[in-house]
């Protein structure tokens, strides 16, 4: 994985986030996903619906409702969309296989819903989240929380080592008031097969691993942005 200092990393997440405003349309229904990436392409949504783009949005999470609100984007009910138009999010890891891990943030479900919904896909990220296998990050997974051991059992059981995550001491809780295992499988060989296995977790809502869906990845490394698809 690359090294890179701060300012070059969120020259690379700006240029990529442009990049990736550029496929949105007029009347387009945009999902809007959570992270620092994606805050870079709401803010200019934001100026472009300003400068009269006509658009409405679906947030993957409270706090990047409130930034859409806050910039002047409309907000629909997710629970209501049947189609999304086009959704930018950014993502913790990817491969040239277009296979991500994502929830950093703690937003992977509704990430995850936004992404299904999606005609276009789009993944954009510095040059830092570019990887050969996933796994050096762990995989984020939201658990409900009278599953909380079960899921904790049955990770431990496919390999994993699974750690709640906490904030200032206290057990993590997502938008939906659940909880976060954060787990490490180390390398992952077979996304694919580890996706599967753990959609057969009662309990389980919603784990990291994006796997076919997504569209393109934008990446932005040093002046060039490279997309993958």
Do not use: W
Not at 91 to 97: G, H, I, L, R, V
């Amino acid at each position: 994985m690359a090294t890179i200092d701060q300012t070059q990393q969120d020259a690379e997440k700006l240029a990529a986030a442009l990049a990736a405003v550029k496929f949105v349309k007029d009347g387009d229904i945009v999902g809007l996903g959570t992270g620092s990436t994606t805050t870079f392409a709401i803010k200019e949504l934001g100026k472009r619906v300003k400068d009269g783009l006509k658009i409405t949005a679906a947030a993957s999470s409270i706090r990047t409702e409130e930034l859409a609100k806050s910039l002047g984007i409309g907000i629909l009910d997710l629970g209501t969309l049947s189609q999304i138009d086009i959704s930018i999010d950014g993502a913790d890891e990817f491969t040239e296989t277009l296979d991500l891990i994502k929830g950093g943030g703690g937003a992977l479900f509704r990430e995850k819903i936004i992404a299904s919904l999606s005609k276009n896909a789009i993944i954009i990220t510095d040059a830092s989240k570019k990887v050969k296998k996933l796994g050096a990050f762990t995989v984020p997974i939201e658990v409900i929380p009278l599953a909380y051991q079960y899921v904790s059992d049955q990770i431990n059981k496919l390999g994993g080592k699974g750690i709640l995550r906490s904030v200032g001491g206290k057990s993590y809780t997502t938008d939906n008031g659940n909880l976060i295992i954060d787990a490490d499988f180390g390398l992952i060989n077979d996304p694919a097969k580890l996706s599967s296995d753990l959609n057969q977790i009662n309990g389980l809502l919603a784990h990291g691993l994006f796997v076919n869906t997504t569209s393109k990845v934008i990446m932005s490394e040093g002046t060039d942005i490279i997309v993958f698809e």
